[in-house]
C-alpha cells in the first residue's frame, strides 16, 4: 500500500488476554517508531527500530510489552498481558531514514475492560 | 541529550487572531525540525520542516539557532486550524530517532 498500515484498527480485549498488534510500514522505510496515545494526551514514545534492531526501547512501559520487526518490514507490538491502564491509541511511523519524514498510521484503539 | 519542549499544553485564541505555538529544542549538532499536526480522527501528518522554509496552510516557523527555539505562527488563526501539534526534531548526523515534544492543544474559539 501507499502508507503506513496498521491492524486491527480497533481492539477490545479483556484484562489478562494477550494483545498483538501489527505494522506494516511504507516498503523501503528503514526507520519504525511504535508511540501511544492516551486519551487527550500527546504521543508517549515506546519503541525505535531500525532495521530489524531496537536501539531504543527506553519508552516500554513494563515487561508486559515486547516488540520485533521481521525483514526490516513488518513489526509487532505484544502486552503479555493486557491491563486496563494499557488502553490507548497504539500509532506506528516510518520513514526512509531517521532524520527524514515520519508517516503515521491510522492507529489502533486497544480497549482493555 | 535530544530534547524537545512544547511548554503549553493547551492554546486558546479567537478566530481571526494570530497563533504563536512555541518550541524549544536541546541539541549540539545539526537539527533537523519539524511541525506536525493531528485533526480530529486523523493521523499524524507533517505539516512543515525548517529546511524547506515554505508556508503551509498560512503557518510558518523559522529556525532560530539562537535561541534554540522553532516556533510555529500564523497571523489569522481559522476555525479548521484547530488540532494538536507536536514540534520534532531530527539529527542530521546520526542514526538517532526522531524526537516529539510533548503536543500543544490550539482550540480556535469563533
Known amino acids: 500500500g501507499a502508507g503506513v498500515s496498521q491492524s486491527p484498527s480497533n481492539k477490545v480485549t479483556e484484562k489478562g488476554k494477550d494483545v498483538e498488534l501489527r505494522c506494516d510500514p511504507i516498503s523501503g522505510h528503514t526507520a519504525l517508531y511504535w508511540y501511544r496515545q492516551s486519551l487527550g494526551q500527546g504521543l508517549e514514545f515506546l519503541i525505535y527500530?531500525?532495521?530489524?534492531?531496537?536501539?531504543?526501547k527506553s519508552g516500554l512501559p513494563s515487561d508486559r510489552f515486547s516488540a520485533e520487526r521481521t525483514g526490516g518490514s513488518v513489526s509487532t507490538l505484544k502486552i503479555q498481558p493486557s491491563e486496563p491502564r494499557d488502553s490507548a491509541v497504539y500509532f506506528c511511523?516510518?520513514?526512509?531514514?531517521?532524520?527524514?519524514?515520519?508517516?503515521f498510521g491510522q492507529g489502533t484503539r486497544l480497549t482493555v475492560v | 541529550a535530544q530534547r524537545v519542549t512544547q511548554p503549553e499544553k493547551l492554546l486558546s485564541v479567537f478566530k481571526g487572531a494570530p497563533v504563536e505555538l512555541k518550541c524549544n529544542y536541546s541539541y549540539s549538532g545539526s537539527p533537523e525540525l519539524f511541525w506536525y499536526v493531528q485533526y480530529s480522527r486523523q493521523r499524524l501528518q507533517l505539516l512543515l520542516r525548517h529546511i524547506s522554509r515554505e508556508s503551509i496552510k498560512g503557518f510558518t516557523a523559522d529556525l532560530n539557532k539562537g535561541e534554540t527555539s522553532f516556533h510555529l505562527k500564523k497571523p489569522f488563526a481559522q476555525e479548521e486550524d484547530s488540532a494538536m501539534y507536536y514540534c520534532a526534531l531530527a539529527s542530521y548526523s546520526s542514526a538517532s530517532k526522531i524526537i516529539f515534544g510533548s503536543g500543544t492543544r490550539l482550540s480556535i474559539r469563533p
Open positions: 527500530f531500525q532495521g530489524n534492531s531496537a536501539p531504543d
Open positions: 511511523a516510518s520513514s526512509f531514514a531517521s532524520n527524514t519524514e515520519a508517516f
